[in-house]
Structure formats: structure tokens, C-alpha cells
């Protein structure tokens, strides 16, 4: 479990394909206090740490995660966001982030809007109905406000203003029209929706 504050950019240093694809990944964060077996969420994917080094870490991402979220464009010295999973006692600085995907969305344009940039967002039919203003989405690991949402015929589009300390310290400083992103929806709207087909089930039954 994360909370969608991201605490360090990683690079992709080398990459390995084999059975399942191995990304040795280069990172800031002390080693010596992540185990083996440790969950890091990379670029809002949960990874299981197979191996280490003095600055680096290693990952193996399945077929099916490649298929389903952007590690299947990820090369030798792609950056991504990072987060050790949360702690007992932590703070929520976010919101609880899964390191689920969801499914992949699309930047489809970035403004200016005084010291921050507005991004606008594109999200498939199957999650647009979790997308809601003032809501909460994790974008590539990144806890992030809705701020206006617009339906359309293939799903909805949702903008984002990110603040420039936002920009500095995760990849959306880098991100352009037309990159895709992984989004996980809130779990809380998850279940809220459950709840409301549960009821509408019951009382057309």
C-alpha cells in the first residue's frame, strides 16, 4: 500500500529480457533499510524488489504488467516516480494508492496557468465513471486532485493542475502531449460504485 507521494525519480540502468523482463533500476534512497522482497511503487506499479546493489535495485515485470501499463516502453535511462509502500505510523500525505493499474491514460495537452501547469488528461470508458471533481487519482504513482471532468464517447477528460514543486520532483516535469500514464482510480469510489450497482441490482431484482 503507497500514498501517492512520490519521494524519489529512479532511472532505468539496464534491462534484461529473459522469461519475464528485469529492469535494474538507480535510486537515491539508502538500500541498506530495503529487503529483498521489499514492495517499491514504480511509476505507480507495485514491484517486488528481487535484487540490490550499493545504489540500484532490480525488478521483474511480467508480460501481462508490460502489456497493461507504460514498463512495457521503458528503456535504458527512462526516469520514473518512486515510493517506498507506507508504514505503520506513516503519514497520509495522499491518498491510499493500491500500485494497481487501472488502465493507461493519455496526456492530451499541457498550459500554462501562472506558476503551474494545467495538464489535461484522457481516461477510457471503463474507469471514467471513478473520475470525478474534486476527486482523487494517482497518475504514474503521483496522488493528484481532479479539478473538472468532461465526458465524451470514448470516455472522459480530466484536468490537473500540478504545482511546480510537483514538476521538480516527479517525471510530470517531462511528460508531453500525446505520453501515455498509468492511472489507478480511488478505491474508495472503487467501492462506492460497487455499493450503488449492489443497491440498483436489489431493487430492480
Not at 529473459?18 to 507495485?46: Q, W
Not at 505510523?89 to 494497481?100: A, K, M, N, P, R
Not at 493519455?106 to 484522457?122: I, N, Q, Y
Request: hydrophobic letters at 40%; a negative charge; one cysteine or more.
Amino acid at each position: 500500500m503507497f500514498t501517492g507521494i512520490v519521494s524519489d525519480v529512479g532511472t532505468v540502468a539496464q534491462t534484461e529480457r529473459r522469461g519475464d523482463v528485469r529492469f535494474t533500476i538507480e535510486t537515491a534512497y539508502d538500500l541498506e533499510s530495503i529487503a529483498i522482497g521489499a514492495s517499491i511503487s514504480c511509476s505507480g506499479v507495485c514491484l517486488t524488489v528481487v535484487e540490490k546493489g550499493a545504489n540500484d535495485f532490480a525488478v521483474d515485470v511480467s508480460a501481462e504488467t508490460l502489456s497493461r501499463s507504460t514498463l512495457g516502453n521503458w528503456k535504458d535511462g527512462s526516469r520514473i516516480n518512486l515510493e517506498r509502500s507506507l508504514a505503520m505510523g506513516d503519514e497520509l500525505g495522499g491518498h491510499l494508492v493500491s500500485g494497481h493499474v487501472d488502465a493507461l491514460g493519455k496526456v492530451v495537452s499541457l498550459e500554462a496557468e501562472g506558476d503551474s501547469v494545467r495538464f489535461t488528461f484522457h481516461a477510457p470508458a471503463e474507469i471514467a465513471p471513478f473520475v470525478a471533481e474534486k476527486g482523487s487519482i494517482a497518475i504514474d504513482g503521483c496522488s493528484l486532485t481532479v479539478n473538472a471532468v468532461e465526458d465524451d464517447a470514448d470516455g472522459c477528460s480530466f484536468g490537473i493542475n500540478i504545482i511546480p514543486h510537483t514538476q521538480e520532483v516527479t517525471t510530470f516535469g517531462t511528460l508531453q502531449a500525446g505520453d501515455a500514464v498509468n492511472l489507478e482510480i480511488d478505491m474508495l469510489a472503487r467501492y462506492m460504485q460497487r455499493m450503488l450497482e449492489s443497491r440498483h441490482g436489489r431493487a430492480t431484482g
